[in-house]
């Protein structure tokens, strides 16, 4: 994808999460790589629902390139871009439910529907660090390869997938799944979760999507 296609993939993404209640105010940061060494991602205190294709800036393992001041979260981005190669967007927010999840005891089921198995089969927590340091950027990094999302403790949420695209879709599963699991502990309802042997089958042979080449870590 070329620059400009980017950006503006880069903008309605960040449209996307504000009018799907996916983001809120300056809550959050955004990212897509340019190529092997480089990525965009969003400006210092912008809002993401309001975000205009200026307020990127470009980015690479020494810091900013061109454009805007960065988000200081930039250095988490370049964590995982540099630990997995084949992840070309990531998504940071602190949506309500997936929040919740985070900021509890709560572990996240996948096995409740098709989706869930798909884009959450691989949760993993990362213990609280102050936003934009060096210590959650490398507590992050090292938890990269385990999973493709990441619930940061009293913080937020982090998803990365191979294209802005796959991160979207990945996102509002996140959400969508927290919403129902803490719906149902509300109101009692007893969710009838799919087996291990059946949610294994499905990843490994539905078709849906291909099969995930987790990196070894």
Not at 134 to 144: T, W, Y
Not at 194 to 215: A, M
């Amino acid at each position: 994808m070329n620059k400009e296609d980017l950006l503006h993939d880069l903008k309605r993404t960040g449209e996307f999460m504000g009018n799907n209640k996916l983001v809120w105010g300056t809550a959050g940061n955004i990212s897509a790589r340019l190529d092997d060494n480089q990525f965009y991602v969003s400006a210092s205190g912008t809002y993401l629902s309001e975000i205009t294709e200026e307020e990127f800036s470009l980015c690479d393992e020494n810091g900013l390139v061109e454009g805007k001041k960065p988000s200081k979260e930039h250095i988490m981005h370049q964590g995982i871009y540099e630990n997995r190669p084949e992840i070309n967007a990531i998504l940071h927010s602190s949506p309500f439910y997936s929040t919740l999840v985070a900021n509890s005891d709560l572990e996240l089921p996948s096995n409740y529907f098709v989706e869930a198995m798909y884009y959450l089969e691989r949760v993993v927590r990362v213990p609280y660090y102050h936003p934009g340091s060096r210590e959650l950027a490398e507590a992050v990094k090292e938890k990269s390869k385990e999973g493709n999302i990441l619930l940061l403790e009293n913080h937020g949420i982090i998803v990365y997938d191979i294209n802005l695209k796959e991160a979207r879709m990945a996102l509002e599963t996140l959400e969508y799944t927290a919403r129902m699991h803490i719906t149902a502990l509300q109101n009692g309802i007893n969710m009838q979760g799919l087996s291990d042997e059946k949610v294994e089958n499905f990843l490994k042979n539905s078709g849906y999507k291909p099969v995930r080449d987790w990196p070894e870590q």
